[in-house]
């Protein structure tokens, strides 16, 4: 009687896995052409002799080692001349993503006793993992496991590209300063109040003495918060949840 709900827990775990996957497998070229040398046009000028020039005094030997990690593990050069310094935290998410992708595939071939999977790009190591999905379908924590995993790097990637961080609008009036402003961070599991002049009475919140700062509920607080605002608890819980189908919409 028991295998209906199992297969209910596991259906939206690996829906929204499979959602993140593609999600990732969207935008990780993306990020790569942030690090690909630009091209130029073939009705450019050729470009002049380059002559050896020494290293470029602003930039440190920490940013030579990486730029040189950089090429020799994912096949890329700073774009731009060489003495531009490399875009670190492009390439961080670049070396980070590619290692979950790595380690993801290989666990998710361990759990299901599977032969170690061969070695292969990110795109290819994500759409086998896709393709396991429905044979993960019988264990709920590889499941979870690969949909957290998926989130986590397709999160990564879309800050690395400069995408703002989704916002989602909450229902009800903040009990502070009673507008209608209170909106939900999915990424942050947070509800917060954007009214700029909004104070509240916490000796210890810095929206009483950072203008920048806003006032915000963390999710154990937002039973009480629902019950202060008029705000339905369900709709508040569903508006700050982190799903694929909010991000792949956008």
Same mark, same amino acid.
């Given at each position: 009687?028991?295998?209906?709900?199992?297969?209910?827990?596991?259906?939206?775990?690996?829906?929204?896995?499979?959602?993140?996957?593609? &999600?990732?497998?969207?935008?990780?070229?993306?990020?790569?052409?942030?690090?690909?040398?630009?091209?130029?046009?073939?009705?450019?000028?050729?470009?002049?002799?380059?002559?050896?020039?020494?290293?470029?005094?602003?930039?440190?030997?920490?940013?030579?080692?990486?730029?040189?990690?950089?090429?020799?593990?994912?096949?890329?050069?700073?774009?731009?001349?060489?003495?531009?310094?490399?875009?670190?935290?492009?390439?961080?998410?670049?070396?980070?993503?590619?290692?979950?992708?790595?380690?993801?595939?290989?666990?998710?071939?361990?759990?299901?006793?599977?032969?170690?999977?061969?070695?292969?790009?990110?795109?290819?190591?994500? &759409?086998?993992?896709?393709?396991?999905?429905?044979?993960?379908?019988?264990?709920?924590?590889?499941?979870?496991?690969?949909?957290?995993?998926?989130?986590?790097?397709?999160?990564?990637?879309?800050?690395?590209?400069?995408?703002?961080?989704?916002?989602?609008?909450?229902?009800?009036?903040?009990?502070?300063?009673?507008?209608?402003?209170?909106?939900?961070?999915?990424?942050?599991?947070?509800?917060?109040?954007?009214?700029?002049?909004?104070?509240?009475?916490?000796?210890?919140?810095?929206?009483?003495?950072?203008?920048?700062?806003?006032?915000?509920?963390?999710?154990?607080?937002?039973?009480? &918060?629902?019950?202060?605002?008029?705000?339905?608890?369900?709709?508040?819980?569903?508006?700050?949840?982190?799903?694929?189908?909010?991000?792949?919409?956008?």
């Amino acid at each position: 009687m028991s295998a209906p709900n199992d297969a209910a827990k596991t259906a939206q775990p690996a829906r929204d896995a499979l959602l993140w996957i593609e &999600l990732l497998l969207r935008q990780f070229p993306e990020l790569l052409a942030e690090l690909a040398p630009a091209h130029h046009s073939p009705s450019a000028p050729p470009p002049a002799a380059v002559r050896p020039t020494a290293p470029a005094p602003g930039r440190t030997r920490a940013e030579r080692e990486e730029a040189l990690r950089a090429e020799q593990l994912h096949g890329l050069t700073p774009s731009g001349p060489s003495t531009a310094p490399l875009r670190l935290h492009v390439s961080d998410a670049v070396r980070d993503i590619t290692d979950g992708v790595v380690e993801l595939d290989e666990a998710v071939h361990d759990r299901l006793r599977l032969p170690r999977p061969r070695r292969a790009q990110v795109a290819g190591r994500l &759409l086998r993992v896709a393709a396991l999905l429905g044979r993960a379908a019988d264990d709920p924590l590889l499941v979870e496991h690969i949909r957290d995993e998926a989130r986590r790097m397709a999160r990564r990637c879309t800050r690395a590209l400069g995408a703002a961080e989704p916002v989602v609008r909450v229902s009800g009036r903040c009990p502070w300063c009673d507008s209608v402003s209170l909106r939900a961070l999915p990424a942050r599991r947070a509800v917060l109040c954007v009214n700029p002049a909004c104070r509240c009475t916490d000796q210890d919140c810095d929206c009483r003495t950072d203008p920048a700062h806003r006032h915000a509920w963390g999710v154990g607080e937002w039973a009480r &918060l629902a019950a202060e605002s008029g705000a339905d608890l369900a709709e508040l819980t569903g508006s700050a949840t982190d799903t694929a189908d909010r991000e792949v919409r956008r």
